[in-house]
């Protein structure tokens, strides 16, 4: 069905990673390629300048570490590891990498999602291709 699949994830415990590369297999043409992509959130130069100089290279080598463990339950998967904001790079991302499916986790929404959107609302709203999300 689909040929090139990308699959934002958390590295958290909260969002089930296995239903959305369960789907990607699911939704997934012979041939198709996938990519577990992590969005990690900028952090503020005026902070940066206050934390250990090693400290934000040791957090990008845990979170690349994880991420490829966890990509490696999806057979074949390439990763990416990002650092911006993760709804605007998801859609940035898939436009330019030629995504023709999106698969996101999502919690349930709360009040405060209909203030501020979730990233999953915001890549729905804004991809120009399929996305699926995963509750």
């Known amino acids: ?11 958290d415990d909260e969002h089930d990673t296995q ?3 369960l789907a990607a297999r699911t939704l997934a043409d012979a041939d198709a390629k996938f990519t577990v992509l992590h969005v990690m959130e900028a ?3 005026f902070v940066a300048t206050q934390l250990p100089k090693d ?3 040791n957090s990008h080598d845990q979170a690349e570490k994880a991420l490829k463990q966890s990509a490696a339950a999806l057979e074949g998967a390439s990763t990416h590891l990002a650092v911006g904001h993760a709804g605007r790079f998801i859609v940035d991302y898939a436009g330019e990498n030629r995504v023709d499916c999106i698969i996101i ?3 349930r929404p709360g009040i405060e999602d209909y203030f501020l959107g979730s990233t999953a609302a915001r890549v729905v709203r804004h991809a120009q291709c399929a996305v699926h999300v995963i509750r």
């Open 43 to 45: 952090i503020p130069s």
């Open 1 to 11: 069905m689909y040929k090139n699949i990308l699959v934002p994830i958390l590295l």
């Open 105 to 107: 986790a999502s919690h």
């Open 19 to 21: 239903a959305s590369y």
């Open 55 to 57: 400290a934000l290279d």
